[in-house]
């Protein structure tokens, strides 16, 4: 009995073999586990190409602002008619994610210094301290060259209303975090006629923002997450050339 139990069970272990082994090792090959896991996702944008971002069935489009540039000059949305748009909210003494921020957002105006349909629009949450006289210093602190990156400042409700319900990027006063404000580390892509646009995800959502707190020489940040510079760079020029 035992003979024929142990031949028995031979049998089977050989079927599993046959059947299901090539099975295993052709979705690993395929790569099926891969494209499936959450974790690979992050960065794995196969589909490049881009998307609007639609409430309630409509495009999602850049409202009506008046607010200070770093010059004093009075900005608003039709400064950014035509133009490929970086939308970020930052304020100068940030000391924890601006400063990166920022930094990307130079390499991204270094990158682009041959076009003047590209524009980056820097909305500071601190507008009672950030005049145009600090987005100034900090401007130029920064090396900020190109004449269609303008730092805003102006009415603190129309500011945070922008934050939350036109770019629903978080922003907020908070006493108890380092310099007493946090927000998102995100960017925005705005295209040439004011409409918020992104590239989709593996799974075909919208991605909707862009991670603004890695850099490409960075690759991944200490807790895991990949930049997204390089293919928000792709993206702004696809817009340009729309």
């Known amino acids: 009995m035992k003979k024929y139990s142990y031949v028995g069970i031979s049998f ?32 794995k944008l196969t589909n490049e190409k881009l998307s609007y971002l639609l409430i309630n069935g409509e495009k999602k489009k850049i409202p009506a602002f008046a607010l200070q540039n770093q010059d004093s000059l009075l900005i608003t949305q039709h400064d950014y008619k035509g133009k490929v748009t970086v939308v970020d909210f930052f304020f100068v003494n940030c000391p924890t994610i601006c400063p990166k921020m920022t930094s990307n957002l130079v390499y991204l105006q270094n990158t682009f210094k041959s076009n003047s349909d590209f524009a ?3 909305f500071t949450i601190n507008p009672k301290y950030d005049t145009p006289t600090r987005l100034k210093k900090y401007a130029e602190a920064h090396k900020v060259t190109n004449p269609n990156w ?29 310099g007493g404000f946090e927000h998102s580390g995100y960017f925005a892509l705005v295209d040439k006629k004011g409409f918020m646009r992104s590239r989709y995800d593996a799974y075909g959502n919208p ?13 991944i940040a200490d807790n895991g997450e ?5 293919i928000l760079k792709k993206d702004i020029q696809k817009l340009l050339e729309e």
């Open 150 to 178: 303008h730092f805003l400042t102006g009415d603190k409700e129309q500011i945070y209303n922008l934050a939350k319900n036109s770019f629903n990027l978080f922003a907020e006063q908070n006493p108890n975090v380092p």
């Open 120 to 122: 980056i629009a820097s």
């Open 226 to 230: 990949k930049e997204q510079i390089s």
């Open 12 to 43: 089977i272990i050989l079927l599993f073999g046959i059947i299901f082994v090539p099975r295993i090792v052709n979705r690993i090959k395929d790569t099926k586990i891969v494209n499936n896991s959450r974790m690979s996702a992050d960065n």
């Open 207 to 219: 991605i909707i923002y862009y991670r603004g707190t890695v850099s490409l020489e960075e690759k």
